[in-house]
Structure formats: structure tokens, C-alpha cells
């Protein structure tokens, strides 16, 4: 074996390793914003969750004009999520395409009709503010 085959090989493992390995938050929350802007997903809003919940540091809310926008765009984003190494992403809603939740991880996304994102009011509910004291002890 030449050194250059070695190398060749070297970097070939190193490559491969890469696109394993985590990926900073920001990093994933930029490749998001991204796909959706891509998929041309509307109104799209990002609610920090810390302290509010467990279950993930971001929540992004996007809309789409119609049953096949929002599908498309939620493919969009699942597909590209995949593709950078993130292939415990998980998907809810997607038969009916009314409301499609992805579960990447740190960010949850939620992918609306804009009829029903009105309906359920997400940024409402997770927006505001939670209280210093609990009211029973």
C-alpha cells in the first residue's frame, strides 16, 4: 500500500466519522430554518423551551398554504435532517397533514395548515411566561 492510498483511505474514515459525529445546536437549528425556508414554509416562529420543558431546547412553528405544502414541507425537512446525520428523527401526522410534529432531537417542529395552527394557538401556550410560585403546596 503507497502512502497515498493511505491517505486516501485515512480520509476516507475521517469523512465518514464526521458526518457521525454530534453537531452543534446552532448548527442543526440553522440547517432547519434553512430546509423550511427552502420548502417556502410560512410564518415561521422559534420559541426557546428552556426552563418552560423537558422535552427539547426549541420549539420552530412553520405553516404551510395546503395539505401537499405541508407534507412537502415536512419531507423537506426530514430528508434533510437525515441527510446530516440525524437519523433519529421521528414523525407524527403526516397521513393527514393537517398538523405534522418532527422530533429532531433538540427541536421539535411543527408543521401547520394555517387554519388549524390559528386553532391550536402553540406560540400562545408556549410563549407566555410561567409562574415564579406554584399556587398549591
Same mark, same amino acid.
Request: hydrophobic content about 45%; some cysteine.
Given at each position: ?45 422559534? %420559541? ?11 420549539? =420552530?412553528?412553520?405553516? +404551510? ?19 446530516? +446525520? ?9 397521513? *393527514?397533514?393537517?398538523?405534522?410534529? =418532527?422530533?429532531?432531537? #433538540?427541536?421539535? %417542529? *411543527? ?15 408556549? #410563549? ?8 398549591? #403546596?
Amino acid at each position: 500500500m503507497t502512502a497515498a492510498t493511505r491517505t486516501a483511505a485515512r480520509r476516507a474514515r475521517n469523512t465518514d466519522i464526521a458526518a457521525d459525529a454530534p453537531r452543534p445546536q446552532q448548527e442543526i437549528k440553522d440547517k432547519i430554518l434553512a430546509l423550511l425556508e427552502d420548502a417556502k414554509a410560512e410564518n415561521v416562529v422559534e %420559541i426557546d423551551l428552556e426552563g418552560k420543558s423537558s422535552m427539547g431546547d426549541a420549539m =420552530i412553528i412553520a405553516s +404551510g398554504r395546503a395539505y401537499r405544502h405541508v407534507k412537502a414541507i415536512a419531507e423537506r425537512v426530514t430528508d434533510g435532517l437525515k441527510l446530516i +446525520g440525524l437519523h433519529e428523527v421521528r414523525v407524527e401526522g403526516l397521513p *393527514h397533514c393537517d398538523w405534522v410534529l =418532527i422530533d429532531a432531537g #433538540s427541536f421539535i %417542529i *411543527h408543521v401547520f395548515r394555517p387554519e388549524v395552527r390559528e386553532f391550536y394557538n402553540l406560540e400562545r401556550l408556549w #410563549s407566555g411566561d410561567i409562574p415564579q410560585e406554584h399556587l398549591l #403546596s
